[in-house]
């Protein structure tokens, strides 16, 4: 699980740029980008909750 937080959080912060660069929308990029982090996170508290 904590693989695909990982990878998730990647194509976050792919998807940030891609939309600051393509979209030219700052605000956006940088919520999408904040994602990454809550997404590793969630995915590390799921794992260690199913041990």
Do not use: D
């Given at each position: 699980m904590v693989k695909l937080g990982l990878y998730a959080s990647m194509v976050s912060v792919i998807a940030s740029v891609l939309i600051y660069i393509v979209l030219d929308d700052s605000q956006l990029a940088?919520?999408?980008?904040?994602?990454?982090?809550?997404?590793?996170?969630?995915?590390?508290?799921?794992?260690?909750?199913?041990?």
């Open positions: 940088i919520y999408v980008g904040l994602w990454a982090p809550t997404l590793i996170l969630y995915s590390q508290a799921y794992e260690q909750a199913n041990k």
